[in-house]
T-cell receptor, first 114, second 112 residues
Framework: DAGVIQSPRHEVTEMGQEVTLRCKPISGHNSLFWYRQTMMRGLELLIYFNNNVPIDDSGMPEDRFSAKMPNASFSTLKIQPSEPRDSAVYFC????????????FGPGTRLTVL | GENVEQHPSTLSVQEGDSAVIKCTYSDSASNYFPWYKQELGKRPQLIID?????GEKKDQRIAVTLNKTAKHFSLHITETQPEDSAVYFC???????????FGPGTRLSVLP
């Protein structure tokens, strides 16, 4: 298995633009997590899905952030409009069934908003 | 909700010495405690974990201890090597391993 796949790996955009981050979880995994990592705030859980259903989105910072999981093999995190303070590394992670605890992280997307 | 604290935030040790990182958690319902290692520019990766029915677990040079009564757990690395230099995150989660709460991280530097 190729592991969790994220795209793009790097994104540079201007303030006000829409940004879409993409994630493909490990095949067979039924939980998917979106994290944001910054020096100031560390690793923050934004939202997670179980069987494609959003379970907890309390970590989503603002209405500018939205996430979807239309099927078991694809998820998006969208920021509209983007702001400089959104600059961070965004990780997607996936996990198997409830008996399995380990989360497998993707390589991350480094987002820079100018 | 769960709150995880981690100390120290930075740690420097000489190669060959031991390193200890400590975490505390607040939710007594948490029963799974993983440790992730993140090398510079890389993704976090699980290095060891412990469940609430176990007090200690060891894997070669790495060990984790858990004190459920005091709600704290620790990572011990013996005979440190330069490749151990990284940021280490502890986390706590519930029985379903869904809502991970990570500590703020410890930057470990192993000096040659």
């Amino acid at each position: 298995d190729a592991g969790v796949i994220q795209s793009p790996r790097h994104e540079v955009t201007e303030m006000g633009q829409e940004v879409t981050l993409r994630c493909k979880p490990i095949s067979g995994h039924n939980s998917l997590f979106w994290y944001r990592q910054t020096m100031m705030r560390g690793l923050e859980l934004l939202i997670y899905f179980n069987n494609n259903v959003p379970i907890d989105d309390s970590g989503m910072p603002e209405d500018r952030f939205s996430a979807k999981m239309p099927n078991a093999s694809f998820s998006t995190l969208k920021i509209q409009p983007s702001e400089p303070r959104d600059s961070a590394v965004y990780f997607c992670a996936s996990k198997g069934d409830l008996a399995e605890r380990e989360q497998f992280f993707g390589p991350g997307t480094r987002l820079t908003v100018l | 909700g769960e709150n995880v604290e981690q100390h120290p935030s930075t740690l420097s040790v000489q190669e060959g010495d031991s390193a200890v990182i400590k975490c505390t958690y607040s939710d007594s319902a948490s029963n799974y405690f993983p440790w992730y290692k993140q090398e510079l520019g890389k993704r976090p990766q699980l290095i060891i974990d412990i469940r609430s029915n176990v007090g200690e677990k060891k894997d070669q040079r790495i060990a984790v201890t858990l004190n459920k009564t005091a709600k704290h757990f620790s990572l011990h690395i013996t005979e440190t090597q330069p490749e151990d230099s990284a940021v280490y995150f502890c986390a706590a989660t519930d029985n379903y391993g869904q809502n991970f709460v990570f500590g703020p991280g410890t930057r470990l530097s192993v000096l040659p």
